[in-house]
């Protein structure tokens, strides 16, 4: 992977956590004030979604092109909402896990990851659930996650390293950010890049897939 470009986010917000993608746009979670932000690529904000009424630790974030998905610690629920704000559907997680950290989807799937089990869990969008993937023999801190379509990514907070996998589980690459002074938290791509947010320093990194 070769470093790309970053860019600072500690004037908006000094906890950004889960991070997604629509092509053109990056849309991110700010833990500190609530909000989802959405950004150019080039770090301008464009808009701000307040969530604080729905979930007080809003964490990961995807989207499939037309809805954002995203999933709130303080409740442990999914929500989805369309890309002003408008709150579609809740699906309740916290019998599966009570500390969902990230989330993403294939556009046919959603997967989420959670953090009280170290698992990775594989659901349809009505929220019924058709896997479930342990990873804490990997990483017993799992973070955010993101899938290109044939892969998945997601991040190992305790290790501090990426990690590639097969939708069944496989590990493919190891990545390790820690040498590079990154704490990473969530994570995304757009299918040629990789971008994760990283809260030690309050930046966005953009780094290629190669």
């Avoid at 000094?14 to 991110?28: A, C, E, M, S």
């Avoid at 995203?70 to 809740?90: A, H, V």
């Avoid at 023999?137 to 907070?157: C, H, M, N, R």
Wanted: hydrophobic share 40%; aromatic share 12%.
């Amino acid at each position: 992977m070769v470093f790309v470009q970053s860019f600072a986010v500690w004037g908006i917000d000094t906890i950004p956590v889960g991070i997604t993608t629509d092509g053109k746009y990056l849309w991110w979670c700010g833990d500190q004030n609530d909000n989802i932000y959405q950004m150019d690529k080039l770090g301008n904000l464009i808009q701000t979604i307040a969530v604080g009424a729905i979930d007080t630790t809003p964490r990961g974030i995807t989207t499939d092109g037309k809805y954002l998905w995203w999933c709130g610690d303080s409740n442990n629920n999914i929500y989805q909402m369309d890309k002003l704000g408008n709150l579609i559907q809740t699906i309740a997680i916290g019998a599966i896990d009570t500390t969902p950290q990230g989330i993403t989807t294939d556009g046919k799937y959603l997967w989420w990851i959670g953090g009280n089990g170290a698992n990775i869990h594989q659901m349809d969008k009505l929220g019924n659930l058709i896997q479930t993937i342990a990873v804490g023999a990997i990483d017993t801190t799992p973070q955010g996650i993101t899938t290109d379509g044939k892969y998945l990514w997601w991040v190992g907070e305790q290790n501090r390293n990426i990690y590639q996998m097969d939708k069944l589980g496989n590990l493919i690459s190891t990545t390790d950010f820690a040498a590079l002074g990154y704490y990473a938290k969530g994570i995304t791509t757009d299918g040629k890049y990789l971008w994760f947010t990283e809260d030690a320093n309050d930046i966005i990194v953009q780094w290629s897939k190669i």
